[in-house]
DNA sequence: AGAACCTTCGCATAACTATGGTAAGGTTTG
DNA sequence: CAAACCTTACCATAGTTATGCGAAGGTTCT
């Protein structure tokens, strides 16, 4: 079988994933290893890097993958990015209104900067780090 | 008790949701009221229209509280919206797989704004419409 | 005062998320 | 060939999400 790309029990190790959640996490389409002629997953050092990276997030902010899997949509889904931007940048904008029995003041987060939808946002030459590859 | 305002009950009536949705909705962080000094909530125009809006996104694009909850976080912690975004933006890519410096490397990718804010339609004044107000 | 609201707290639950197993059956390789 | 992997499929479960309902106790309005 190739060398260069781990098999999934391999790939759990280095990783620090389990093969069960390896095939969960494809599941949900966050990383998707390609396949040897024989169906076997092999995890190439992108796929690697993406999962220790992933494994991060979630331990770093406490995300769940679910979380990122909903990123992931508005990421290849400009309409949903679009709306689910819209509905968050109104709230900001409201000047005089209702309630304003004083505490309820919102803290100004003049920089409601929004994340992205990288989709095609081209120019970024980012490499991946290798493994035993 | 000041007109202008709707209790949860008026509110629920109006936006379609139950009463116990919009105090769970409080909780998420997602529709927050202000409250009279009795305590009451009070729904004013603006968070009437964003609870109809969200039920709209919800419906729409099949997207849960949870998802929407976790896109306001990300508008909030610019660090996660950066983790994130990085994360996402790698896979895409498919150079040719130079590597090195690894990780430390989409550091530098500070700058992917993104996320789709209903941006550039500018002037998009979404009118908040009335209630018995 | 009393009806009709509102509040918080807590119980209950269906559906889903995140994981772990196990079983039946191919694939690799010593 | 047989051990050691891999695959899919399904069972199981602790925890969370999304909802509803009811209790105990203030608030409003008529």
Known sequence: MERGALTIQEAAQTTGWSARML???????????????????????????RLRTLRHLLEEFD???????????MQRDQELADAV???LLAPAIRPGEVSDSGWLAYE???????????????PRHHDIEEETA
Chains 1, 2 share one sequence.
Do not use: C, M, N
């Open 85 to 87: 931007g819209a509905w």
């Open 108 to 122: 100004q987060d003049k920089h409601l900067q929004l994340l992205a939808a990288a989709g095609r946002t081209r």
């Open 63 to 73: 995300v769940e993958l679910s979380d990122v899997g909903f990123a992931l949509r």
């Open 23 to 49: 095939r969960y996490i494809e599941e949900t389409g966050l990383v998707v290893p390609g396949r040897s002629p024989s169906g076997y997953r092999l995890y190439g050092p992108a796929e690697l890097q």
